[in-house]
């Protein structure tokens, strides 16, 4: 499967652990997406790069979330003191210019 | 600010009947539409969007800028069509093209 590969796919952890989730785009996608989904809601954008470059974060991220890109190529997502209410699906995606092609989600639960 | 309504949470119809899924946008500027679909166990991906003007798997969608609206139609429901649906807005300024989604409609095809 080429497409986008998220990893660890499920992730349980206790409230206040740091956790990071890793997202290898298909390659050759310059554009690469965060999205959170949590039950009952569509994805929510949180942030996105354009290579190596992170050119816009929403308001949902806050000063615990941190997303990196370093080489343009794979990117992570790391939230920090983690909280119930962090429990989700985080779902990545990336796009060369047109169609947005999406992962398969990493789930976090905050026990 | 970009905004997705998709007014059914459930949508439940018998096999070869008709189906709308419904959605409108609300946008200011100049919006592209779209429709991705998430199979059970399986990622979200892109069914069709508005600029293609192509039917896919049997679907159409029409934007209509009077009624801001975008909704999904299939004139003979399939069993395989049972899954999420979510339509996505996505703006045509700016760099990237961060989709903004409606809460998703459960199409059920029942035999």
């Known amino acids: 499967d080429t497409g986008v590969s998220q990893d660890p796919r499920h992730k349980i952890t206790k409230r206040g652990q740091n956790v990071t989730f890793r997202c290898d785009p298909i390659?050759?996608?310059?554009?690469l997406y965060w999205y959170r989904q949590t039950l009952g809601q569509g994805p929510e954008f949180l942030t996105y790069f354009q290579n190596e470059a992170q050119l816009e974060k929403s308001r949902l991220l806050s000063d615990r979330f941190s997303a990196e890109r370093p080489k343009g190529s794979f990117s992570t997502l790391e939230i920090q003191r983690t909280e119930q209410g962090d429990s989700a699906m985080y779902l990545c995606?990336?796009?060369?210019?047109?169609?947005?092609?999406f992962g398969e989600g990493s789930w976090l639960t905050v026990v | 600010a970009q905004r997705v309504t998709q007014p059914e949470k459930l949508l439940s119809v018998f096999k070869g009947a008709p189906v709308e899924l419904k959605c409108n946008y609300s946008?200011?500027?100049?919006?592209?539409l779209f429709w991705y679909v998430q199979y059970s166990r399986q990622r979200l991906q892109l069914l069709l969007r508005h600029i293609s003007r192509e039917s896919i798997k049997g679907f159409t969608a029409d934007l209509n800028k009077g009624e801001t609206s975008f909704h999904l139609k299939k004139p003979f429901a399939q069993e395989e069509d049972s899954a999420m649906y979510y339509c996505a807005l996505s703006a045509l300024t700016g760099g990237g093209n961060k989709l903004t989604f409606g809460t998703g409609t459960q199409l059920k095809v029942e035999l």
């Open positions: 995606a990336s796009s060369l210019e047109g169609t947005i092609y």
């Open positions: 946008y200011s500027g100049s919006p592209e």
């Open positions: 390659s050759e996608h310059n554009r």
